[in-house]
């Protein structure tokens, strides 16, 4: 049976025990961030290899794992260009655009269903549940 692993097990700052320094959670020391907290400052890993993690420990599962990089080598996020946001503009509407009628859906299409509502479940006579009704 494998051994718990506690908040001191986390504690890793040479990287002798998991290869890369690791600490516990909420221990992090500056200089070092992970993706979304990059990301709030305005930057982005920029290629660099991760250069340490968190970890959390949970009671009967894996420990929760955070990936750290270097602030002093993350770069700006590239803006958006015109051409950027018309190709999203253009993806977003191709997720609403219904394959079979060609409307907007006004909302995504599930790729569970393949198409709009009305046109996956069309409310026709030979398919209405007579069942549904009471008293026949």
Known sequence: ????L???DCFDPSGERFGIPTFPWRMAPDGYAT???LRVRGLRPGGQC???QILRPRR????????LYRVDLARP?????PARWAALAKANTARRTCPDCGRDAGYVIP????????????T??????SHSLRGT
């Open 1 to 4: 049976m494998n051994r718990r």
């Open 60 to 67: 009967r599962r894996e420990p929760l794992t955070a990936y």
């Open 50 to 52: 991760v250069a340490g």
């Open 6 to 8: 506690t908040l001191a």
């Open 35 to 37: 993706r979304r907290q």
């Open 111 to 122: 790729p569970t269903l393949g198409a709009c509502v009305p046109c996956a479940f069309p």
């Open 77 to 81: 996020v590239r803006p958006m260009t």
């Open 124 to 129: 026709t006579p030979d398919t209405f549940n």
